[in-house]
Every structure is written in C-alpha cells, then in structure tokens.
C-alpha cells in the first residue's frame, strides 16, 4: 500500500491537517463535487480539503470500500449529516512520489449534494473573512 495512503487514513481518523500539506503534489487539482472548476495548487487543494475534513469527519464516517492500484485509490465512503446519508467517493491519484497529484470527489443523492454545499460555503466563506483579516 501506498504510505501516503496511509497517512491519509490517519488524516481522516486524526483530523490532523498539518499531515496533508506533507501528502500534497505542489501542482495538485481539486475536484469539488460543488464548484464547477477544478481547483488547482496545494494551498488551493489544502483549504478544500481542509474544509471538507470539517464538514464529513464524524463518528459516523466510514469508508465502505477500497480499491487501490500504484497510482490511484477509489475509496467509497458513507456518512450521516444532519440526519441525510451521504454516499461518495474520493478518488486519488498518486505521482511516483506517493503524492496527491489529483482528488476528486463524487457525492450523491441530490439533497446530500445540496447540504454539502451549504456546510462547505459556510466554512470556506469563513476561512476567506480570517485571511482577508490578516
């Protein structure tokens, strides 16, 4: 396995967003189910991310399936929010030095994608207010 796999694992279990600037291409996309453009750079990426980690990462998160080859995961994950179940993939793709180049992430149904959106605006918004202050 992939060790920076493994320490997205840790990521997620930690919430410890100082381990993702380490696992980050300098190039990185960001794929957001809610915004239409591909978000690109490693500061870019490391916010959404960030964020997202915020908005998904409970007690009920779960990933529910794993599929991994030398350059890419599929990983399927499962969560309850405000009482929806969430249902998504992240997909990474990996360079030969075992850092995140591409991450795309997939959600579904239409109302978990609606409250995502609205969780995710929230704290980006708040993220832009502290960075405009300083």
Same mark, same amino acid.
């Given at each position: +396995?992939?060790?920076?796999l493994?320490?997205w694992?840790?990521?997620?279990?930690?919430?410890?967003?100082?381990?993702?600037?380490?696992?980050?291409a300098?190039?990185v996309?960001f794929h957001?189910p809610?915004?239409?453009s591909?978000?690109?750079?490693?500061? +870019?990426t490391?916010?959404?991310?960030?964020?997202?980690?915020q908005?998904?990462?409970?007690e #009920?998160?779960v990933?529910? &399936? #794993?599929?991994?080859?030398?350059?890419?995961?599929?990983?399927?994950?499962?969560v309850?929010?405000? %009482?929806?179940?969430i249902? %998504?993939?992240?997909?990474?793709?990996?360079?030969k030095? %075992?850092?995140?180049?591409?991450f795309k992430?997939?959600i &579904?149904?239409?109302k978990a994608m609606?409250?995502?959106?609205?969780k995710?605006?929230?704290?980006?918004?708040?993220y832009?207010? &502290? #960075?405009?202050t300083?």
């Amino acid at each position: +396995m992939n060790h920076n796999l493994v320490t997205w694992h840790d990521i997620v279990a930690t919430k410890n967003v100082v381990l993702l600037k380490e696992i980050l291409a300098e190039d990185v996309i960001f794929h957001s189910p809610v915004v239409h453009s591909p978000q690109k750079g490693k500061k +870019m990426t490391y916010l959404y991310l960030s964020a997202a980690l915020q908005v998904f990462l409970s007690e #009920e998160f779960v990933y529910t &399936r #794993e599929v991994v080859n030398e350059t890419e995961t599929f990983l399927e994950f499962e969560v309850i929010i405000d %009482g929806i179940t969430i249902n %998504g993939i992240d997909l990474i793709t990996w360079d030969k030095e %075992g850092k995140i180049i591409d991450f795309k992430v997939m959600i &579904r149904p239409l109302k978990a994608m609606n409250l995502i959106h609205q969780k995710m605006g929230e704290i980006l918004a708040e993220y832009q207010k &502290r #960075e405009s202050t300083h």
